[in-house]
Protein backbone atom coordinates (compact mmCIF):
# COMPACT_ATOMS: atom_id res chain seq x y z
CA UNK A 1 0.00 0.00 0.00
CA UNK A 2 2.77 2.43 0.59
CA UNK A 3 4.56 1.69 -2.49
CA UNK A 4 1.24 2.73 -4.75
CA UNK A 5 0.56 5.93 -2.07
CA UNK A 6 4.15 7.17 -2.76
CA UNK A 7 3.47 6.45 -6.48
CA UNK A 8 0.04 8.35 -6.51
CA UNK A 9 1.93 11.42 -4.74
CA UNK A 10 4.69 11.50 -7.11
CA UNK A 11 2.70 11.47 -10.26
CA UNK A 12 0.72 14.21 -8.87
CA UNK A 13 3.15 16.39 -7.50
CA UNK A 14 5.64 15.31 -11.25
CA UNK A 15 2.31 16.86 -13.14
CA UNK A 16 2.46 20.27 -10.32
CA UNK A 17 6.02 20.63 -10.48
CA UNK A 18 8.33 19.27 -12.93
CA UNK A 19 5.30 19.76 -15.42
CA UNK A 20 5.59 23.61 -14.81
CA UNK A 21 8.72 23.47 -15.31
CA UNK A 22 8.76 21.65 -18.16
CA UNK A 23 5.95 23.82 -19.77
CA UNK A 24 8.26 27.00 -19.03
CA UNK A 25 10.91 25.73 -21.61
CA UNK A 26 8.51 26.12 -24.71
CA UNK A 27 7.17 29.49 -22.90
CA UNK A 28 3.59 29.60 -23.51
CA UNK A 29 2.07 32.44 -25.20
CA UNK A 30 -2.05 32.59 -24.79
CA UNK A 31 -2.16 34.97 -26.93
CA UNK A 32 -1.18 33.37 -29.91
CA UNK A 33 -2.99 32.39 -32.64
CA UNK A 34 -3.03 28.66 -32.31
CA UNK A 35 -4.14 26.22 -35.50
CA UNK A 36 -7.43 25.52 -34.79
CA UNK A 37 -8.20 28.64 -35.10
CA UNK A 38 -6.04 29.80 -38.01
CA UNK A 39 -6.73 26.88 -40.07
CA UNK A 40 -9.99 25.68 -38.92
CA UNK A 41 -11.38 23.42 -41.92
CA UNK A 42 -14.82 21.90 -39.91
CA UNK A 43 -12.74 18.36 -40.07
CA UNK A 44 -9.39 18.10 -39.14
CA UNK A 45 -8.99 21.57 -37.41
CA UNK A 46 -11.61 22.45 -35.20
CA UNK A 47 -11.82 24.77 -31.80
CA UNK A 48 -13.46 22.34 -29.33
CA UNK A 49 -13.42 22.80 -25.22
CA UNK A 50 -10.43 22.49 -23.28
CA UNK A 51 -12.39 19.99 -21.02
CA UNK A 52 -13.17 17.78 -24.29
CA UNK A 53 -9.74 17.80 -25.77
CA UNK A 54 -8.24 16.49 -22.53
CA UNK A 55 -10.62 13.64 -22.47
CA UNK A 56 -10.24 13.14 -26.30
CA UNK A 57 -6.18 13.17 -25.51
CA UNK A 58 -6.48 10.43 -22.57
CA UNK A 59 -8.69 8.03 -23.93
CA UNK A 60 -6.63 8.38 -27.54
CA UNK A 61 -2.96 7.46 -25.72
CA UNK A 62 -4.20 5.02 -23.16
CA UNK A 63 -5.21 1.79 -25.19
CA UNK A 64 -4.60 -1.56 -23.26
CA UNK A 65 -1.32 -0.53 -23.19
CA UNK A 66 -1.45 1.06 -19.58
CA UNK A 67 -3.84 -2.34 -18.67
CA UNK A 68 -2.50 -5.22 -20.38
CA UNK A 69 1.24 -3.68 -20.01
CA UNK A 70 1.73 -3.08 -16.28
CA UNK A 71 -0.20 -6.43 -15.63
CA UNK A 72 2.44 -8.30 -17.45
CA UNK A 73 5.12 -6.12 -15.86
CA UNK A 74 3.94 -6.81 -12.36
CA UNK A 75 5.92 -10.32 -13.07
CA UNK A 76 8.39 -8.12 -12.55
CA UNK A 77 7.44 -7.63 -9.19
CA UNK A 78 7.15 -3.80 -7.08
CA UNK A 79 10.13 -2.77 -8.87
CA UNK A 80 7.52 -2.48 -11.67
CA UNK A 81 5.91 1.17 -9.69
CA UNK A 82 9.60 2.45 -10.70
CA UNK A 83 9.35 2.73 -14.37
CA UNK A 84 5.62 3.63 -14.74
CA UNK A 85 5.95 6.57 -12.51
CA UNK A 86 9.28 7.94 -13.21
CA UNK A 87 9.17 7.06 -16.33
CA UNK A 88 5.85 8.84 -16.97
CA UNK A 89 6.91 11.94 -15.11
CA UNK A 90 10.70 12.25 -16.86
CA UNK A 91 10.21 10.32 -20.13
CA UNK A 92 6.46 9.88 -21.53
CA UNK A 93 4.99 13.07 -20.04
CA UNK A 94 7.82 14.90 -21.74
CA UNK A 95 7.42 13.63 -24.98
CA UNK A 96 3.74 13.65 -25.72
CA UNK A 97 4.08 17.61 -24.02
CA UNK A 98 6.80 18.49 -26.51
CA UNK A 99 5.20 17.15 -29.61
CA UNK A 100 2.14 18.57 -29.24
CA UNK A 101 3.64 21.96 -28.46
CA UNK A 102 6.08 20.84 -31.64
CA UNK A 103 2.80 20.54 -33.46
CA UNK A 104 1.25 23.54 -32.75
CA UNK A 105 4.02 25.53 -33.37
CA UNK A 106 3.95 24.24 -36.93
CA UNK A 107 0.58 24.49 -38.15
CA UNK A 108 -0.38 21.37 -36.64
CA UNK A 109 2.06 19.07 -38.60
CA UNK A 110 1.66 15.55 -37.80
CA UNK A 111 4.54 13.37 -36.22
CA UNK A 112 6.39 12.32 -39.79
CA UNK A 113 6.23 15.82 -40.91
CA UNK A 114 7.91 17.00 -37.48
CA UNK A 115 10.50 14.49 -37.57
CA UNK A 116 11.07 15.15 -41.38
CA UNK A 117 11.36 19.08 -39.86
CA UNK A 118 13.49 18.55 -37.45
CA UNK A 119 15.81 15.13 -37.76
CA UNK A 120 16.41 16.03 -42.08
CA UNK A 121 14.21 14.78 -44.66
CA UNK A 122 15.15 10.89 -45.35
CA UNK A 123 13.63 11.03 -41.72
CA UNK A 124 10.25 12.39 -43.03
CA UNK A 125 9.71 9.75 -45.63
CA UNK A 126 10.63 6.49 -43.58
CA UNK A 127 8.73 7.47 -40.87
CA UNK A 128 5.89 8.23 -43.07
CA UNK A 129 6.20 4.57 -44.26
CA UNK A 130 6.78 3.06 -40.53
CA UNK A 131 4.07 5.36 -38.70
CA UNK A 132 1.64 4.13 -41.35
CA UNK A 133 2.40 0.68 -40.62
CA UNK A 134 2.56 1.05 -37.37
CA UNK A 135 -0.97 2.81 -37.02
CA UNK A 136 -2.90 -0.37 -39.57
CA UNK A 137 -1.44 -2.52 -36.82
CA UNK A 138 -2.56 -0.72 -34.49
CA UNK A 139 -6.39 -0.47 -36.01
CA UNK A 140 -6.43 -3.87 -36.95
CA UNK A 141 -5.77 -5.33 -33.78
CA UNK A 142 -7.69 -3.11 -31.64
CA UNK A 143 -10.34 -4.43 -33.70
CA UNK A 144 -10.32 -7.63 -32.38
CA UNK A 145 -8.88 -7.12 -28.57
CA UNK A 146 -12.06 -4.93 -27.61
CA UNK A 147 -14.10 -7.98 -29.27
CA UNK A 148 -12.92 -10.41 -27.58
CA UNK A 149 -13.47 -8.29 -23.85
CA UNK A 150 -17.31 -7.80 -25.04
CA UNK A 151 -17.96 -11.09 -26.23
CA UNK A 152 -17.10 -11.59 -22.24
CA UNK A 153 -19.08 -9.13 -21.10
CA UNK A 154 -21.94 -9.68 -23.29
CA UNK A 155 -22.09 -13.39 -24.26
CA UNK A 156 -24.48 -14.65 -26.86
CA UNK A 157 -26.77 -16.13 -24.64
CA UNK A 158 -27.38 -12.09 -23.69
CA UNK A 159 -28.68 -12.07 -27.12
CA UNK A 160 -30.18 -14.61 -27.64
CA UNK A 161 -32.63 -13.52 -24.98
CA UNK A 162 -32.80 -10.51 -27.06
CA UNK A 163 -34.05 -12.72 -30.31
CA UNK A 164 -35.08 -16.05 -28.79
CA UNK A 165 -33.63 -19.26 -29.38
CA UNK A 166 -33.62 -19.33 -32.86
CA UNK A 167 -30.82 -17.31 -33.29
CA UNK A 168 -28.53 -19.70 -31.11
CA UNK A 169 -27.32 -22.22 -33.38
CA UNK A 170 -26.42 -19.58 -36.10
CA UNK A 171 -24.69 -17.63 -33.66
CA UNK A 172 -22.17 -20.49 -32.49
CA UNK A 173 -21.06 -21.36 -36.11
CA UNK A 174 -17.57 -20.66 -36.18
CA UNK A 175 -15.57 -19.39 -39.27
CA UNK A 176 -11.90 -18.56 -39.11
CA UNK A 177 -11.74 -19.45 -35.81
CA UNK A 178 -14.43 -17.34 -34.51
CA UNK A 179 -17.48 -17.90 -33.71
CA UNK A 180 -20.51 -15.79 -35.63
CA UNK A 181 -21.23 -13.61 -32.71
CA UNK A 182 -17.43 -12.18 -32.18
CA UNK A 183 -17.37 -11.36 -35.90
CA UNK A 184 -20.48 -9.29 -35.71
CA UNK A 185 -19.07 -7.57 -32.34
CA UNK A 186 -15.90 -6.98 -34.32
CA UNK A 187 -18.25 -5.76 -37.60
CA UNK A 188 -19.17 -2.65 -35.17
CA UNK A 189 -16.10 -1.90 -34.17
CA UNK A 190 -14.76 -2.05 -37.64
CA UNK A 191 -18.03 0.21 -38.63
CA UNK A 192 -17.37 2.71 -35.85
CA UNK A 193 -13.84 3.28 -36.60
CA UNK A 194 -14.65 3.53 -40.39
CA UNK A 195 -17.20 6.64 -39.07
CA UNK A 196 -15.16 8.07 -36.53
CA UNK A 197 -11.92 8.22 -39.20
CA UNK A 198 -14.22 10.27 -42.19
CA UNK A 199 -16.64 12.41 -40.43
CA UNK A 200 -15.53 15.59 -38.56
CA UNK A 201 -13.41 15.03 -35.32
CA UNK A 202 -16.51 17.06 -33.47
CA UNK A 203 -18.93 15.21 -34.99
CA UNK A 204 -18.08 11.54 -33.71
CA UNK A 205 -15.20 11.49 -31.34
CA UNK A 206 -15.79 14.43 -29.64
CA UNK A 207 -19.50 13.86 -29.28
CA UNK A 208 -18.92 10.04 -27.82
CA UNK A 209 -15.97 10.17 -25.87
CA UNK A 210 -17.19 11.69 -22.94
CA UNK A 211 -19.57 9.18 -22.50
CA UNK A 212 -16.22 6.58 -22.55
CA UNK A 213 -14.79 8.64 -19.92
CA UNK A 214 -17.82 7.93 -17.62
CA UNK A 215 -16.96 3.97 -18.03
CA UNK A 216 -13.05 4.58 -17.72
CA UNK A 217 -14.22 6.75 -14.52
CA UNK A 218 -15.99 3.30 -12.70
CA UNK A 219 -13.16 1.27 -13.62
CA UNK A 220 -10.25 3.59 -12.44
CA UNK A 221 -12.38 4.80 -9.04
CA UNK A 222 -13.81 0.82 -8.61
CA UNK A 223 -10.55 -0.66 -8.70
CA UNK A 224 -8.56 2.37 -6.91
CA UNK A 225 -10.62 2.32 -3.97
CA UNK A 226 -10.26 -1.52 -3.96
CA UNK A 227 -6.30 -0.73 -3.15
CA UNK A 228 -6.75 2.20 -0.78
CA UNK A 229 -8.84 0.34 1.67
CA UNK A 230 -6.66 -2.84 1.44
CA UNK A 231 -9.46 -5.15 -0.30
CA UNK A 232 -6.53 -5.72 -3.30
CA UNK A 233 -3.35 -5.72 -1.20
CA UNK A 234 -0.41 -3.99 -2.37
CA UNK A 235 3.08 -5.69 -2.45
CA UNK A 236 5.53 -3.54 -0.72
CA UNK A 237 8.52 -2.14 -2.31
CA UNK A 238 11.58 -4.42 -0.78
CA UNK A 239 14.97 -5.93 -2.04
CA UNK A 240 13.64 -9.30 -1.49
CA UNK A 241 10.98 -8.89 -3.91
CA UNK A 242 12.62 -6.93 -6.00
CA UNK A 243 13.01 -10.23 -8.42
CA UNK A 244 9.85 -12.77 -7.62
CA UNK A 245 9.83 -14.88 -10.92
CA UNK A 246 13.75 -14.31 -11.14
CA UNK A 247 13.02 -12.34 -14.46
CA UNK A 248 15.62 -10.27 -15.66
CA UNK A 249 14.23 -7.28 -16.15
CA UNK A 250 16.84 -5.18 -18.38
CA UNK A 251 15.73 -4.04 -21.27
CA UNK A 252 12.63 -6.19 -21.35
CA UNK A 253 10.76 -4.51 -18.78
CA UNK A 254 10.93 -1.21 -20.56
CA UNK A 255 9.51 -2.66 -23.96
CA UNK A 256 6.55 -4.45 -22.04
CA UNK A 257 5.06 -1.70 -20.08
CA UNK A 258 5.38 1.36 -22.43
CA UNK A 259 1.95 2.80 -22.78
CA UNK A 260 1.96 4.19 -19.26
CA UNK A 261 5.46 5.39 -18.94
CA UNK A 262 6.62 6.43 -22.29
CA UNK A 263 5.17 5.15 -25.30
CA UNK A 264 5.72 6.79 -29.10
CA UNK A 265 2.40 5.62 -30.08
CA UNK A 266 1.62 8.85 -28.68
CA UNK A 267 3.53 11.07 -30.66
CA UNK A 268 1.09 10.12 -33.05
CA UNK A 269 -1.83 11.15 -31.40
CA UNK A 270 -0.81 14.56 -29.54
CA UNK A 271 -1.12 16.08 -33.42
CA UNK A 272 -4.72 15.60 -33.43
CA UNK A 273 -5.51 17.17 -30.55
CA UNK A 274 -3.00 20.20 -31.50
CA UNK A 275 -5.38 21.47 -34.10
CA UNK A 276 -8.21 21.42 -31.84
CA UNK A 277 -6.61 23.79 -29.27
CA UNK A 278 -7.52 27.12 -28.81
CA UNK A 279 -5.00 28.30 -26.50
CA UNK A 280 -1.23 27.48 -25.93
CA UNK A 281 -2.10 28.44 -22.13
CA UNK A 282 -4.12 24.87 -21.78
CA UNK A 283 -1.12 22.90 -23.21
CA UNK A 284 0.28 21.25 -19.91
CA UNK A 285 -3.02 20.01 -18.67
CA UNK A 286 -3.61 18.64 -22.19
CA UNK A 287 -0.43 17.15 -23.11
CA UNK A 288 1.60 16.37 -19.62
CA UNK A 289 -1.77 15.96 -17.76
CA UNK A 290 -3.66 13.35 -19.78
CA UNK A 291 -0.18 11.45 -20.04
CA UNK A 292 0.11 11.66 -15.74
CA UNK A 293 -3.68 10.32 -15.62
CA UNK A 294 -2.43 7.18 -17.98
CA UNK A 295 0.53 7.08 -15.92
CA UNK A 296 -2.24 6.46 -12.75
CA UNK A 297 -4.31 4.07 -14.68
CA UNK A 298 -0.96 1.68 -15.12
CA UNK A 299 0.17 1.97 -11.65
CA UNK A 300 -3.35 1.02 -10.55
CA UNK A 301 -2.99 -2.26 -12.67
CA UNK A 302 0.20 -3.02 -12.25
CA UNK A 303 -1.06 -3.19 -8.41
CA UNK A 304 -3.97 -5.07 -8.80
CA UNK A 305 -2.20 -7.34 -10.74
CA UNK A 306 0.33 -7.93 -8.08
CA UNK A 307 -1.69 -8.11 -5.34
CA UNK A 308 -5.30 -9.96 -6.52
CA UNK A 309 -4.00 -13.34 -6.71
CA UNK A 310 -2.27 -13.21 -3.59
CA UNK A 311 1.43 -14.43 -4.95
CA UNK A 312 3.75 -13.59 -8.53
CA UNK A 313 3.32 -17.78 -8.81
CA UNK A 314 -0.27 -17.29 -9.10
CA UNK A 315 -0.46 -14.50 -11.30
CA UNK A 316 2.09 -16.10 -13.55
CA UNK A 317 -0.05 -19.28 -13.86
CA UNK A 318 -2.97 -16.76 -15.22
CA UNK A 319 -0.67 -15.05 -17.38
CA UNK A 320 0.86 -18.55 -18.93
CA UNK A 321 -0.34 -20.22 -22.59
CA UNK A 322 -3.70 -21.37 -22.05
CA UNK A 323 -4.57 -19.47 -18.46
CA UNK A 324 -6.63 -16.57 -19.76
CA UNK A 325 -3.60 -13.91 -20.15
CA UNK A 326 -3.90 -10.24 -19.04
CA UNK A 327 -7.59 -10.30 -20.17
CA UNK A 328 -8.35 -12.93 -17.70
CA UNK A 329 -7.19 -10.11 -14.73
CA UNK A 330 -9.21 -7.95 -15.88
CA UNK A 331 -12.05 -10.07 -16.05
CA UNK A 332 -11.47 -11.65 -12.80
CA UNK A 333 -10.65 -8.97 -10.51
CA UNK A 334 -13.02 -6.24 -12.35
CA UNK A 335 -16.23 -8.96 -11.23
CA UNK A 336 -14.74 -10.30 -7.99
CA UNK A 337 -14.29 -6.39 -6.84
CA UNK A 338 -16.99 -5.09 -7.89
CA UNK A 339 -19.78 -7.55 -8.10
CA UNK A 340 -21.74 -8.68 -11.92
CA UNK A 341 -23.22 -4.86 -12.73
CA UNK A 342 -20.01 -3.12 -11.66
CA UNK A 343 -17.65 -5.46 -12.66
CA UNK A 344 -19.21 -5.38 -16.30
CA UNK A 345 -19.26 -1.04 -16.05
CA UNK A 346 -15.47 -1.73 -14.90
CA UNK A 347 -15.03 -4.41 -18.39
CA UNK A 348 -16.59 -1.70 -20.47
CA UNK A 349 -14.07 1.24 -18.79
CA UNK A 350 -11.34 -0.89 -20.18
CA UNK A 351 -12.81 -2.13 -23.55
CA UNK A 352 -13.04 1.45 -24.49
CA UNK A 353 -9.41 2.48 -24.07
CA UNK A 354 -8.36 -0.03 -27.06
CA UNK A 355 -11.88 1.72 -29.10
CA UNK A 356 -10.41 4.97 -28.76
CA UNK A 357 -6.87 4.00 -29.75
CA UNK A 358 -8.35 1.87 -32.53
CA UNK A 359 -10.09 4.71 -34.05
CA UNK A 360 -7.98 7.52 -33.98
CA UNK A 361 -5.35 5.56 -35.10
CA UNK A 362 -7.33 5.04 -38.62
CA UNK A 363 -7.79 8.64 -38.44
CA UNK A 364 -3.86 9.35 -38.15
CA UNK A 365 -3.09 6.93 -41.17
CA UNK A 366 -5.58 9.08 -43.01
CA UNK A 367 -4.14 12.21 -42.41
CA UNK A 368 -0.42 11.07 -42.70
CA UNK A 369 -1.71 9.68 -46.15
CA UNK A 370 -3.38 13.75 -46.86
CA UNK A 371 -0.16 15.46 -45.35
CA UNK A 372 2.41 13.48 -47.27
CA UNK A 373 0.49 13.57 -50.68
CA UNK A 374 -0.83 17.23 -49.71
CA UNK A 375 -4.91 15.77 -50.40
CA UNK A 376 -6.86 18.75 -48.57
CA UNK A 377 -9.56 16.91 -46.56
CA UNK A 378 -12.22 19.64 -46.79
CA UNK A 379 -13.76 17.08 -49.35
CA UNK A 380 -15.40 14.48 -48.53
CA UNK A 381 -14.45 12.68 -51.53
CA UNK A 382 -10.85 13.10 -50.68
CA UNK A 383 -11.44 11.77 -47.45
CA UNK A 384 -12.96 8.54 -48.81
CA UNK A 385 -10.00 8.21 -51.52
CA UNK A 386 -7.74 7.65 -49.15
CA UNK A 387 -9.86 5.72 -46.46
CA UNK A 388 -10.97 3.15 -48.88
CA UNK A 389 -7.40 1.34 -49.49
CA UNK A 390 -6.40 1.52 -45.68
CA UNK A 391 -9.22 0.04 -44.13
CA UNK A 392 -9.39 -2.63 -47.13
CA UNK A 393 -5.93 -3.26 -46.29
CA UNK A 394 -7.06 -3.99 -42.52
CA UNK A 395 -9.74 -6.16 -43.74
CA UNK A 396 -7.41 -8.09 -45.24
CA UNK A 397 -4.81 -7.97 -42.22
CA UNK A 398 -8.12 -9.96 -40.18
CA UNK A 399 -7.59 -13.19 -42.49
CA UNK A 400 -3.84 -12.96 -41.83
CA UNK A 401 -1.47 -14.35 -39.41
CA UNK A 402 0.74 -11.56 -38.66
CA UNK A 403 1.61 -12.74 -34.72
CA UNK A 404 5.57 -12.74 -36.03
CA UNK A 405 5.30 -9.09 -37.17
CA UNK A 406 3.04 -8.46 -33.82
CA UNK A 407 5.93 -9.51 -31.80
CA UNK A 408 8.02 -6.55 -32.95
CA UNK A 409 5.55 -3.65 -31.98
CA UNK A 410 6.84 -3.22 -28.53
CA UNK A 411 9.76 -2.31 -29.73
CA UNK A 412 8.78 -0.45 -33.04
CA UNK A 413 6.83 1.21 -30.90
CA UNK A 414 9.50 2.44 -28.23
CA UNK A 415 11.53 3.09 -31.17
CA UNK A 416 9.26 5.44 -32.42
CA UNK A 417 9.48 7.00 -29.19
CA UNK A 418 13.08 7.39 -28.79
CA UNK A 419 13.22 9.20 -32.57
CA UNK A 420 9.94 11.59 -31.44
CA UNK A 421 12.39 12.46 -28.39
CA UNK A 422 15.45 13.35 -30.55
CA UNK A 423 13.07 14.95 -32.77
CA UNK A 424 12.40 17.42 -29.14
CA UNK A 425 15.55 17.88 -28.22
CA UNK A 426 16.63 19.55 -31.49
CA UNK A 427 13.19 21.50 -31.15
CA UNK A 428 14.34 23.00 -27.95
CA UNK A 429 17.99 23.12 -28.86
CA UNK A 430 16.82 25.33 -31.96
CA UNK A 431 15.16 27.66 -29.08
CA UNK A 432 18.15 27.70 -26.56
CA UNK A 433 15.59 25.51 -24.09
CA UNK A 434 16.79 23.46 -21.88
CA UNK A 435 17.12 20.90 -24.44
CA UNK A 436 18.41 18.46 -21.57
CA UNK A 437 14.88 17.68 -20.64
CA UNK A 438 14.29 15.68 -23.93
CA UNK A 439 18.15 14.70 -24.60
CA UNK A 440 18.60 12.72 -21.35
CA UNK A 441 15.25 10.15 -21.73
CA UNK A 442 16.10 10.24 -25.60
CA UNK A 443 19.52 8.53 -24.88
CA UNK A 444 17.82 6.06 -22.22
CA UNK A 445 15.28 4.90 -24.89
CA UNK A 446 18.37 4.83 -27.65
CA UNK A 447 19.60 2.33 -25.23
CA UNK A 448 17.11 0.27 -24.34
CA UNK A 449 15.66 -0.36 -27.87
CA UNK A 450 19.00 -1.06 -29.15
CA UNK A 451 19.68 -2.92 -26.18
CA UNK A 452 16.45 -4.83 -26.78
CA UNK A 453 16.80 -5.47 -30.77
CA UNK A 454 20.09 -7.19 -29.98
CA UNK A 455 19.52 -9.50 -27.20
CA UNK A 456 15.97 -10.66 -27.49
CA UNK A 457 14.97 -13.80 -29.35
CA UNK A 458 12.81 -11.65 -32.19
CA UNK A 459 16.40 -9.89 -32.73
CA UNK A 460 19.92 -11.13 -32.67
CA UNK A 461 19.94 -12.79 -29.52
CA UNK A 462 23.14 -11.88 -28.24
CA UNK A 463 24.19 -11.97 -24.67
CA UNK A 464 22.78 -9.92 -22.49
CA UNK A 465 26.38 -8.51 -21.51
CA UNK A 466 27.52 -7.75 -25.35
CA UNK A 467 23.96 -6.27 -26.38
CA UNK A 468 23.85 -3.95 -23.17
CA UNK A 469 27.17 -2.65 -24.73
CA UNK A 470 26.90 -2.38 -27.76
CA UNK A 471 23.36 -0.47 -26.90
CA UNK A 472 25.30 2.05 -24.25
CA UNK A 473 27.92 2.28 -27.72
CA UNK A 474 24.70 3.81 -29.88
CA UNK A 475 23.38 5.77 -27.11
CA UNK A 476 26.72 6.89 -26.34
CA UNK A 477 27.40 7.68 -30.14
CA UNK A 478 24.05 9.32 -30.84
CA UNK A 479 24.38 11.46 -27.90
CA UNK A 480 28.36 12.68 -29.15
CA UNK A 481 26.67 13.04 -32.38
CA UNK A 482 23.88 15.74 -31.44
CA UNK A 483 26.77 17.67 -29.00
CA UNK A 484 29.05 18.21 -31.99
CA UNK A 485 26.34 19.79 -34.14
CA UNK A 486 24.70 21.34 -31.34
CA UNK A 487 26.86 25.05 -31.59
CA UNK A 488 25.28 24.48 -35.71
CA UNK A 489 21.54 24.17 -34.90
CA UNK A 490 20.28 27.38 -36.95
CA UNK A 491 17.99 29.25 -34.00
CA UNK A 492 14.28 28.52 -34.58
CA UNK A 493 12.67 31.66 -32.77
CA UNK A 494 8.72 30.91 -32.35
CA UNK A 495 6.56 32.82 -34.71
CA UNK A 496 4.17 35.48 -32.90
CA UNK A 497 1.13 34.00 -34.74
CA UNK A 498 0.33 31.54 -37.34
CA UNK A 499 -0.62 32.99 -41.16
CA UNK A 500 -4.18 31.65 -42.21
CA UNK A 501 -3.60 31.92 -45.87
CA UNK A 502 -1.88 28.83 -47.54
CA UNK A 503 1.19 28.38 -48.76
CA UNK A 504 1.65 28.23 -52.97
CA UNK A 505 2.36 24.14 -52.00
CA UNK A 506 -0.83 24.19 -50.34
CA UNK A 507 -3.05 26.55 -52.99
CA UNK A 508 -0.89 24.01 -55.84
CA UNK A 509 -2.40 20.92 -53.87
CA UNK A 510 -5.90 22.70 -53.86
CA UNK A 511 -5.66 23.57 -57.35
CA UNK A 512 -5.24 19.89 -58.48
CA UNK A 513 -7.52 17.79 -55.32
CA UNK A 514 -10.56 16.44 -56.29
Known amino acids: MIAFGVGLVLLVAGYAVYGRYVAATVRPDPNRVTPAIALADGVDYVPMSTWRIYLIQLLNIAGLGPVFGPILGALWGPQVFLWVVLGCILGGAVHDFLIGTMSIRNRGAGLPDLIGHYLGGVTRHVATFFILLLMLLVGTVFVKGPALLLVDVLPAQVVVGWFGEGAAGWLKHTFQGYSVWMWVVMLAIFLYYLAATLFPIDKIIGRIYPFFALALLVMVGG ?212 WWLAFLPAVFMTVVTVTYILVEDVGFGMSARWGTWLGLLAGGGTAAAFLIKLPKLAPEPDLPSIDPRPSAVERSADSLAC
Open 223 to 434: LGIALVTGRIPVPEFTLKNLHPQQLPAWPLIFITVSCGAVSGFHGTQSPLMARCLKSEKHLRLVFYGAMIAEGLIALIWASVAQGFYGSHEGLAAVLKPGGGGPGAVVHDSCIAVMGGFGGVLAILGVVVLPITSGDTAFRVARLILADYFRIPQTKVLNRYLLVAPLFGLSLVLNFVDFSVIWRYFGWANQTLAAVGLWAATVFLARRRSR
